[in-house]
């Protein structure tokens, strides 16, 4: 069974739309994240949530909104978007930080945004 | 400079090479140093982690940290075609949530 999940795998949208990406982990893990992986690899973290409450929140525009409805869901919505926003988004779960192994990070399969 | 430096290759070597991957860091901060392996098309995997100095031994893979000169190293005995992927190290601090990636290295094993 897939432990983080991701949907759409592709989207390909107009300049200008909004679309949301969703993310589920079946891990039980409390920390979920998303991440935006640029053409060159360079992986950079965009939102921390820690049980439904937002920890991290990188220098990311604010047409970035992410949405924990509950521990095993972490959503993405993007509003009015940009040629440069065109990437592969991540998510990703790690267990709290009183775990021992809360350094480990488990990575859904990505969405490839592409934005014409 | 960047927090997290990485020699992005591409690395080329023949199968059965060891091959050397390495990361640099400015944080002293840094106590966890993870490496990621990233299929083409794919999310990254863990692949091993070290907390603190020292070395790690997992198969054909050896995860080596060197505080004092804030460098890391991933090698990897034995190389195979399977090998074949991008290599990201990454780290954390004690109690941190917020992982910091190298640009990452592409590695192919040529059969």
């Known amino acids: 069974d897939t432990a983080v999940s991701q949907t759409p795998k592709y989207l390909v949208t107009q300049m200008g739309n909004d679309k949301s990406i969703k993310c589920e982990q079946n891990?039980?893990?409390?920390?979920m994240y998303w991440y935006k992986q640029d053409s060159k690899k360079f992986l950079k973290i965009m939102f921390s949530?820690?049980?439904?409450?937002?920890?991290i929140n990188e220098t990311v525009p604010n047409r970035f909104s992410p949405k924990s409805p509950d521990k095993a869901h972490l959503n993405l919505h993007i509003n009015s978007l940009e040629l440069g926003d065109s990437a592969v988004y991540f998510c990703?779960?790690?267990?709290?930080?009183?775990?021992?192994?809360?350094?480990?990070?488990?990575f859904g399969p990505g969405t490839r945004l592409t934005v014409l | 400079q960047k927090e997290v430096e990485q020699d992005p290759g591409p690395l080329s070597v023949p199968e059965g090479a060891i091959v050397s991957l390495n990361c640099t860091y400015s944080?002293?901060?840094?106590?966890?140093f993870m490496w990621y392996r990233q299929y083409s098309r794919k999310g990254p995997e863990l692949l091993m982690y070290?907390?603190?100095?020292g070395n790690k031994e997992d198969g054909r893979f050896t995860a080596q940290v060197d505080k004092s000169s804030k460098y890391i190293s991933l090698f990897i005995r034995d190389s195979q075609p399977s090998d074949s992927a991008t290599y990201l190290c990454?780290?954390?601090?004690?109690?941190?949530?917020?992982?910091?990636f190298g640009p990452g290295t592409r590695l192919s094993v040529l059969p």
């Open positions: 070290t907390y603190s100095s």
């Open positions: 990454a780290m954390l601090i004690n109690y941190g949530q917020n992982f910091v």
């Open positions: 949530y820690n049980n439904k409450e937002l920890i």
């Open positions: 944080n002293s901060a840094f106590q966890y």
């Open positions: 990703a779960s790690s267990p709290r930080r009183d775990r021992p192994n809360y350094n480990e990070q488990f």
């Open positions: 891990l039980g893990h409390d920390t």
